[in-house]
């Protein structure tokens, strides 16, 4: 199984890279704002509770994001390939969560970790935000989402790479430059 975290700071390019990994390794795609976006859409009041925290960019509870990620490797299908985590872990709690929940799979992961200068983000959260229309995607709730990501789940990759897990790839350029450099490490994992 080849499982994949992809860490970066929001804007980084994790959405779109998650998009090109499964179309050509046909891994399962966990993206955990996905998912607390479809339960918003939802209408229900656990939806109206997350968007009230995502909303003013900050971080669900750890203990609420691991149950989902729980249920999430409950459910996977018994033919899965792998997983890209995408968006989890965030904090190093739920760092520790995921390695516990893997280890009792006999299954690994691996960090590819995508940099981007913060000028770079911030232009491309905003030019998200006029067509997503997402709540999160204003300079205000960006800069707030940028703070947190400094200070809360930027030392996951120290986890990582302490754990000889860890790579880092530059995704300042376009999506095709980012890819091509995972390109060669995935092709090593997948081995
Ligand atoms: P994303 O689509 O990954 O940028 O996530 C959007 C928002 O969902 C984040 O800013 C958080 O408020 C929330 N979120 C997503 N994943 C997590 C997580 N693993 N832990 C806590 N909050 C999360």
Same mark, same amino acid.
């Given at each position: 199984?080849?499982?994949?975290i992809?860490? *970066?700071a929001?804007?980084?390019?994790?959405?779109?890279?998650s998009? +090109?990994i499964?179309?050509?390794y *046909?891994? $399962?795609?966990?993206? &955990?704002?996905?998912?607390?976006? @479809?339960?918003i @859409? /939802?209408?229900?009041k656990l939806? $109206?509770e997350?968007? #009230? +925290?995502i909303?003013?960019g900050?971080l669900?509870?750890?203990?609420?994001? +691991?149950?989902?990620l729980?249920?999430?490797? @409950?459910?996977?299908?018994?033919?899965c390939?792998?997983?890209?985590?995408d968006?989890f872990?965030? &904090?190093?709690? $739920?760092?520790h969560?995921?390695?516990?929940m893997?280890?009792?799979?006999?299954? =690994?992961?691996?960090?590819l970790?995508?940099?981007?200068?913060?000028? %770079?983000?911030?232009?491309?959260?905003?030019?998200r935000?006029?067509? /997503?229309?997402? @709540? #999160?995607d204003?300079?205000? &709730?960006?800069?707030?989402?940028?703070?947190?990501?400094?200070e809360?789940?930027?030392?996951?990759?120290?986890?990582?790479l302490?754990?000889?897990?860890?790579f880092l790839?530059? /995704?300042? +350029?376009?999506? =095709?430059?980012t890819?091509?450099?995972?390109? %060669?490490?995935?092709?090593?994992l997948?081995?």
């Amino acid at each position: 199984m080849l499982n994949i975290i992809l860490g *970066g700071a929001p804007g980084s390019g994790k959405g779109t890279l998650s998009d +090109i990994i499964v179309k050509n390794y *046909g891994l $399962q795609h966990l993206s &955990t704002g996905d998912v607390l976006r @479809a339960e918003i @859409a /939802s209408g229900s009041k656990l939806g $109206q509770e997350i968007n #009230d +925290i995502i909303s003013l960019g900050n971080l669900i509870p750890d203990a609420q994001m +691991i149950q989902l990620l729980k249920n999430y490797i @409950a459910s996977l299908p018994a033919d899965c390939k792998g997983v890209i985590f995408d968006g989890f872990p965030r &904090t190093v709690d $739920q760092a520790h969560a995921l390695t516990q929940m893997l280890d009792e799979h006999h299954m =690994e992961a691996y960090m590819l970790d995508l940099w981007a200068e913060e000028d %770079v983000i911030i232009e491309r959260l905003l030019n998200r935000g006029k067509i /997503s229309g997402r @709540a #999160d995607d204003n300079l205000e &709730t960006i800069k707030k989402r940028l703070r947190i990501y400094n200070e809360t789940t930027r030392p996951i990759s120290d986890y990582y790479l302490r754990k000889h897990k860890y790579f880092l790839i530059n /995704s300042n +350029i376009n999506p =095709e430059c980012t890819w091509s450099q995972m390109e %060669v490490i995935l092709k090593q994992l997948a081995q």
